[in-house]
């Protein structure tokens, strides 16, 4: 498959969750910009915790995820003069923290499951349906069970369902084709319910 | 899109239920601090410093103004051909509170260190530390008065005061090792009696 190249405009729209802060939040930005340690508290407050569990499903680790968070406001309060509300405020954290905890996991030197290229990645698993009595699981042990994943697996997993990028997205911050992107993507999926059962 | 993905995307905020260490912040603020120590912070001082540091700056400023007052009133012709005659310029003419000041920390300082000489300490590394400490005080304290010459403001008044106090603030200390050691000298001896 072949990996066109994206505009980091359109990634941006895509990651735009946290929005519902939007207009409060420019005073305080403004604040920021000159440096204002309350405002850059007020920010931290707002932010840390949806951004702490982005580092988390990332790294899949509490110690390496709190080094990742304070890194990305670190470089976030560092670059927030360059920051014009082109976007939503949280969506353009996301990008740093996003960007952060990956170059953390990169030094591990992560692996991607070995696909085989005959794999059906295309499936949407329909002979896997889950069953209505399987949908009352709880968000949490659903959480855990991502954490149980491999590195590849969750991150490609979590970027997808939960950070909100594309395939194509993700095969271009990950330097990995769309296929490959794909396939972790269903073999994460199944790998999950498969620990969902036990 | 099947259920469970479906099911994922609509709860999305129920995986974000962990919270990151509460002392998280305090590191971000301390590297922030690094990095730009020169902002304005708003440290949260106690209520009695706050009253402490009130009277003082309030204490300061009725003597600048006092100061200022003489000042202005003083004929300013004959200050500045005082000022004129440089060098050795005798601070009484132009801020006798200042010399009053003056005259009684140098009191207190000489008065210190005859105190401090009872203790021998001629020729030892305290003492040449000392002195040498003492000079460069001495040099920057000649320094602050020939700048009171050609630009007195309030900065250099306060500059030259608290020069004094330094001064008396580190004979004291020496004074008070000293005294401590003396004290545990006397101890031992004791117990070995």
Same mark, same amino acid.
């Given at each position: ?37 309350? !405002?850059? =508290?007020?920010? =931290? ?6 951004? =702490? ?15 990742? +968070? ?7 309060? %560092? ?9 939503? $405020? ?21 692996? $991607? ?6 794999? #059906?990645?295309? #499936? ?6 889950? !069953? ?7 968000? %949490? ?11 590849? $697996?969750?991150?490609? $997993? ?33 790998? +999950? ?6 | /899109? ?20 509460? @002392? ?5 603020? &301390? ?12 440290? *949260? ?9 009130? &009277? ?7 003597? /600048? ?25 005798? @601070? ?14 140098? /009191? ?39 700048? *009171? ?14 020069? *004094? ?5 580190? *004979? ?5 090792? @000293? ?15």
């Amino acid at each position: 498959m072949q990996v066109s190249v994206n505009l980091s405009t359109a990634k941006m729209s895509k990651v735009v969750d946290i929005t519902q802060y939007q207009n409060s939040n420019e005073q305080i930005i403004l604040r920021c910009k000159r440096g204002d340690r309350k !405002a850059q =508290y007020e920010i =931290y407050k707002l932010y840390a915790k949806a951004m =702490y569990n982005v580092c988390l499903r990332i790294t899949g680790d509490t110690l390496e995820a709190e080094d990742v +968070l304070q890194e990305a406001f670190l470089i976030a309060f %560092e670059k927030i003069e360059t920051y014009r509300n082109e976007a939503a $405020f949280g969506a353009w954290l996301k990008k740093i923290v996003v960007n952060a905890a990956l170059n953390q996991v990169r030094k591990r030197r992560f692996q $991607f499951a070995d696909i085989d290229s005959n794999e #059906d990645y295309e #499936d949407e698993s329909p002979h896997e349906a889950i !069953a209505t009595e399987e949908m009352s699981y709880q968000a %949490e042990q659903i959480r855990k069970a991502i954490a149980q994943l491999p590195d590849g $697996f969750r991150i490609v $997993f979590s970027l997808y369902l939960l950070e909100g990028y594309d395939h194509q997205e993700i095969a271009e911050i990950l330097g990995i084709s769309v296929s490959t992107s794909k396939s972790q993507y269903n073999r994460a999926k199944k790998k +999950l319910q498969e620990i969902l059962k036990k | /899109m099947d259920k469970f993905e479906k099911y994922i995307r609509s709860h999305k905020e129920a995986f974000d239920s962990e919270e990151p260490n509460d @002392l998280l912040w305090e590191k971000i603020a &301390a590297k922030l601090d690094e990095k730009q120590p020169a902002q304005k912070q708003v440290r *949260l001082v106690p209520i009695t410093k706050l009253w402490q540091m009130a &009277a003082v700056f309030t204490a300061l400023i009725v003597c /600048m103004i006092g100061l200022q007052i003489y000042y202005n009133s003083q004929n300013k012709q004959k200050t500045i051909a005082k000022i004129e005659n440089a060098g050795n310029i005798s @601070l009484e003419s132009i801020y006798p509170e200042l010399a009053e000041a003056e005259q009684f920390y140098f /009191m207190q300082i000489e008065q210190k260190r005859q105190e401090l000489k009872k203790y021998n300490l001629a020729g030892t590394k305290t003492d040449s530390e000392t002195e040498e400490y003492l000079s460069e005080l001495d040099k920057a304290y000649k320094d602050l008065k020939k700048e *009171l010459n050609t630009n007195s403001n309030e900065l250099v008044i306060s500059e030259m005061v608290r020069n *004094l106090q330094i001064r008396i603030d580190l *004979l004291n200390q020496q004074l008070e090792v @000293l005294k401590q050691i003396e004290k545990i000298k006397e101890e031992q001896k004791g117990k070995k009696l």
